[in-house]
């Protein structure tokens, strides 16, 4: 028998040559690897700008003739918060057209951000009509002219079960809504940003092309999500962008999405994790879960089954735990490439390869330039104020506001009348 002290200096001693022996070994590889190195290291200039970036910031980059750009404007839920918005996806081609899909709640912030003009984005596509993906297109659209857009607005969007259902109403109700909205904001600017095209197509249309123009076609996939939902599938030079919208996963995408550039699709997190985080009762968490969206299996699953060049989930709150059980989940069904996507994450998509980047957005933006040169509002059209209103303009301070405005215009060389300040007020009774 051996001592415990032998034993003990024996398993030293073989440590010892082990730990010798790895040594030896990593020394080895390590000069191996220092002989390939390149020679003499690339210096970076200390004064000027780095000459490569490991982040997106938006207008400094020029997109190739065939490049398509994918920015995250919203990964995700109808539960609002401030690192993550509501659904929305931009796409910019080098031929200079972009199209927006989706544009749920907090997404126009994230738009405005990336500091494009507003002239430049007339395209939306909406999946269907959840707040969670269409609730800023109001802002977006009623809001445009005093963010200097000029240029009429477009969006295609699925019809409904009932006619009052579809997208056609949609807007017809929302215009209904923003009545007062539309009437004082197009009487105060150039109103030509308000004009507005709605494109209604069938939702349960399988494969139809929506969007053919300038190279670029857009079809429509029906969708599993409360009825009259629709996927997207954007092809351009021989590249494809796929989004999902809210979907179950059906066997359309799975017809058509194959071998796509970019598969963006939602993917939820586990049940029990809904029952902690939001409250939700079992059934509720499963139903939703599982039954309205797809479970981070269900998405690998499909995956594995169209096999894109580059996999993206969204549609889940996005954090360091929750991010790690639904990687791991989609794991277990899906081996290929594959982003978490999170807010202002962004894809340059080539022939050649997908990047994966970050953005850097500004979070002070003003609006971008309008891009068209501007004109005044229509006289015919200008909002009518009442008396009452008119009648509490306050003389004295009016004086110094019209004293405002002589002074603009003697520095600017204009001649700007004020509407309001300008009344006769001596004349009152």
Known sequence: MFSRKTVISTLAAVGLLAAAALTLDVDIRWKDAWAQAPSPPREWSRTGPFPRHDVYYPGTEELAPDEMRVVACGTGMPQPRLAQAAACFLVELGNGDKFIFDMGEGSFERIMSLGIPLDQLDKVFLG????????????????????????????????????????????????????????????????????????????????????????VTVRALPAIHGDQSVS?????????????????????WLEHTKGVDLSVHECFIPPAYMMARYGMAPSEAVFVGTQGHTAAQAFGKMMSMTRPRRAVCYHFQNDFDTVMVVENAIRETYDGPLDLASDFMVWNVTEEGIRTRMGVPNHDSYPAPPQRQKQPPDSMKAYQWTAFSLSGIEPESAA????????????????????LTGLPFQERP
Do not use: C, Q
């Open 232 to 252: 997207f599938v954007l092809s351009w030079k021989g590249l494809r962008f796929a989004f999902s919208s809210d979907t179950l996963p059906n066997k359309w």
């Open 128 to 215: 269907h009509l959840h707040l969670d993906h269409a609730g800023d297109f109001p802002a977006f659209y009623f809001t445009g002219p005093v963010n200097n857009r000029l240029t009429p607005v477009r969006v295609w969007g699925p019809s409904g079960v009932k006619p009052e259902w579809g997208t056609k109403a949609w807007v017809r109700n929302m215009k209904e809504m923003w009545a007062w909205e539309s009437a004082t904001r197009g009487s105060a600017v150039d109103p030509r940003g308000l004009e507005l095209e709605v494109n209604e197509f069938d939702w349960m249309a399988v494969n139809a092309a929506i969007y053919d123009e300038n190279g």
């Open 400 to 419: 110094v506001t019209n004293a405002v405005i002589e002074a603009f215009n003697e520095e600017n060389g204009v001649d700007v009348k004020p509407s």
